[in-house]
């Protein structure tokens, strides 16, 4: 696992083709990342990989063949994981995120989001590997922004109870782990599904059709690269200071509702945006939202821990390759 190592690589040249035994060199900082098919999780995998720490990524259904297959809910394949390649950082992506799916499947939710995340805790405690959580700016209920991290919790549905249960069993079973709140997220998504700001892009580009978008919650969209910034920096000043460790916020500081969102996704491709509809009273249908859930992000800037991307550089860069008409491409990117 660590220092030097042999590696098997297939050397071509026209008229012959050979195996080759080459040394490599393996980084001897590891982590472990879980959830790392996922949206964050992808982009928390490639940003320790790309900065000199051996990177082993887990997941479940998507997992193979780029990282390991495990149950987080089966105790016995998470021991041998995480024993077998004794990592030094935790960083726990995997969680059941979506509200609505949260409340329609309470059990299974609360399996992945609290039962599996003690266990990862007491299994990181019991061979001192820091553990990141990440938590989600939905357990606080919106009425008071911005929110710090001594401020008291008080989730509005069961996705931020969830969450918030989560963070208790991290800590009560590794008190030296860390709780990263964040709020929504975007990035380079596989399809625009993955994430709640991605989504919307369907609606800004089929401007014949109007649609109805949200204007009432107050929302803080942060890409993942910026959050796996975020966890990576933790990581790195952990190892130099023991005393990092407890809850912490991380967020993009440009406040928009969806509506604001779509408009600058259609300005950001030169899209017309009149056929939106800026909704402005509160949602009645699916789990009930906190209006204004800002965190204050200022612990870990005094720290000299952070990075945002610009929301319309970010998005661009995360929607193009959905883009239906291609002759827009030319306007935006020539």
Known sequence: MVGRQKELSIHFVPGSCRLVEEEVNIPNRRVLVTGATGLLGRAVFKEFQQNNWHAVGCGFRRARPKFEQVNLLDSNAVHHIIHDFQPHVIVHCAAERRPDVVENQPDAASQLNVDASGNLAKEAAAIGAFLIYISSDYVFDGTDPPYGEEDIPSPL??????????????????????????PILYGEVEKLEESAVTVMFDKVQ???????????????PTHVKDVATVCRQLAEKRMLDPSIKGTFHWSGNEQMTKYEMACAIADAFNLPSSHLRPITDSPVLGAQRPRNAQLDCSKLETLGIGQRTPFRIGIKESLWPFLIDKRWRQTVFH
Do not use: C, P
């Not at 931020?160 to 709140?181: D, F, I, P, Q, W």
């Open 157 to 182: 549905n069961l996705y931020g109870k969830t969450k918030l249960e989560g963070e208790k069993a991290v800590l009560e079973n590794n008190s030296g782990a860390a709780v990263l709140r964040i």
């Open 206 to 220: 089929f401007s014949n059709k109007s649609a109805n978008m949200d204007h009432w919650q107050q929302r803080f």
